[in-house]
């Protein structure tokens, strides 16, 4: 056995269990895939372009099916991310289900620890370019992410959010400002 054989047999044994494809998951150059202790779950009919990153991080990623995530977008799964069916993520959006603790000045931040609440995304979602999810967020079913907005609260069904933090200013079903 060659060095690229070890290797293969290696990576095979090494991700049993904790990296599971569904069928016509289509996956672009320089994507970064690494359930390392944790899980990575993609569904059926995702398409994953060019230099995403998925980490686990001991924790989660779960993607439903029919899914897109668009070039250089970052999720991470410390605290369990969630991902429905039919979800929309543009480029270079950042999905983080951690936070650091900092509360005490005296002790550096990286050894305060982290608080891992995860996220939830629902079915038939668009998130925008640049778009930023934050710990312990569920976004609900239907709604729209604006380009550049930073989701730091729960939504509502079909709504439509944008700025930082994201706010509501319409809902999908009735195209009236709020």
């Given at each position: 056995m060659n060095l690229a054989q070890l290797r293969a047999a290696w990576y095979k044994?090494?991700?049993?269990?904790?990296?599971?494809?569904?069928?016509?998951?289509?996956?672009?150059?320089?994507?970064?895939?690494?359930?390392?202790?944790?899980?990575?779950?993609?569904?059926?009919?995702?398409?994953?372009?060019?230099?995403?990153?998925l980490q686990a991080y001991g924790g989660?990623?779960?993607?439903?099916?029919?899914?897109s995530l668009n070039p250089y977008s970052i999720l991470y799964g410390h605290g369990g991310l969630t991902i429905g069916n039919n979800v929309r993520i543009a480029a270079r959006?950042?999905?983080?289900?951690?936070?650091?603790?900092?509360?005490?000045?005296?002790?550096?931040?990286?050894?305060?620890?982290?608080?891992?609440?995860?996220?939830?995304?629902?079915?038939?979602?668009?998130?925008g370019t640049g778009a930023i999810v934050l710990d312990g967020i569920h976004i609900a079913d239907g709604c729209v992410i604006g380009a550049g907005?930073?989701?730091?609260?729960?939504?509502?069904?079909?709504?439509v959010y944008v700025g930082s933090p994201a706010r509501l200013i319409r809902c999908r079903s009735n195209d009236q400002p709020r």
């Open positions: 044994v090494a991700l049993k269990g904790r990296l599971f494809l569904g069928s016509n998951v289509r996956i672009g150059p320089s994507v970064t895939i690494q359930p390392g202790s944790g899980r990575i779950e993609i569904g059926a009919d995702v398409e994953i372009q060019q230099g995403v990153i989660s990623i779960v993607i439903g099916n029919c899914c959006v950042t999905i983080v289900p951690f936070n650091h603790r900092f509360s005490d000045p005296d002790i550096p931040i990286k050894r305060q620890g982290e608080t891992r609440r995860g996220i939830v995304i629902g079915n038939d979602v668009w998130i907005a930073v989701v730091t609260k729960n939504t509502e069904r079909n709504g």
